[in-house]
């Protein structure tokens, strides 16, 4: 089946330096891909998201990238401070079938940041 | 934020209970979500809903069930509660049923079965 693998699965980071976060997927007709952080005790939220006509997007310290060729798109975190520490999840949209549009996601990646 | 809620946020219950998990929403979206989240963190998909009186079941196989009678509420029900079904339930909703589905998240419901 149509699946996104996320790496890497754990990321330790110095407080002010970058993180980079990579997903490819499988289903050639996905044209959405979201980016979530989930912090302790609550549930996922949308922090950025990127469609296929779009190589790169851009808000503030965060930004996106998409290659639809290679099928991978990364989540970059510029200066990066102990409050981004959490679990982020990237998505691709199910491209056809009865379940078109709902998402699939990667498995997680834990992002700690070091002051 | 997104006006999506879920209760209870935690619940301790033992082997054999019926339990119920609410999740409502105030935004007037169509399309609405149940997930299932591993101690790994990875989110299963279980169940979802175009809109009132649709159910589908997810990619994940899951014993419970849901109904959609109303647009803002999507409750889960398990019959008979088991260790197994010990796990963290989100709830998502996303305001069109095409692509670009952005979905919003509640803040989970843990369930512990004893």
């Known amino acids: 089946g149509e699946n996104v693998e996320q790496h890497p699965s754990t990321l330790s980071v110095q407080e002010g330096d970058s993180a980079v976060i990579k997903c490819t997927y499988s289903?050639?007709?996905?044209?959405?891909f979201p980016w979530y952080k989930q912090e302790l005790g609550k549930g996922p939220q949308l922090i950025i998201d990127i469609r296929s006509n779009v190589g790169e997007k851009k808000d503030q310290r965060i930004a996106v990238t998409l290659n639809k060729t290679a099928k991978h798109f990364s989540l970059h975190i510029t200066e990066t401070q102990p409050e981004d520490s959490a679990v982020y999840f990237c998505a691709a949209s199910r491209g056809v079938g009865g379940s078109q549009g709902n998402l699939i996601f990667g498995k997680g990646t834990k992002l700690s940041v070091k002051p | 934020e997104a006006d999506i809620y879920q209760t209870p946020r935690y619940l301790v219950i033992g082997t054999g209970k019926k339990i119920t998990l609410e999740c409502s929403q105030t935004?007037?979206?169509?399309?609405m979500y149940w997930y299932q989240q591993d101690p790994g963190m990875e989110l299963h998909l279980i169940h979802y809903s175009y809109g009132v009186n649709s159910t589908e079941k997810g990619d994940l196989s899951s014993e419970s069930t849901v109904s959609r009678i109303r647009t803002e509420h999507f409750p889960l029900t398990l019959e008979s509660a088991r260790p197994s079904h010990t796990s963290q339930y989100l709830c998502?909703?996303?305001?069109?049923?095409?692509?670009?589905?952005?979905?919003?998240f509640g803040p989970g419901t843990r369930l512990t079965v004893l």
């Open positions: 998502a909703s996303s305001p069109r049923t095409s692509s670009y589905n952005e979905q919003f």
């Open positions: 935004m007037g979206h169509d399309k």
């Open positions: 289903d050639s007709a996905s044209n959405y």
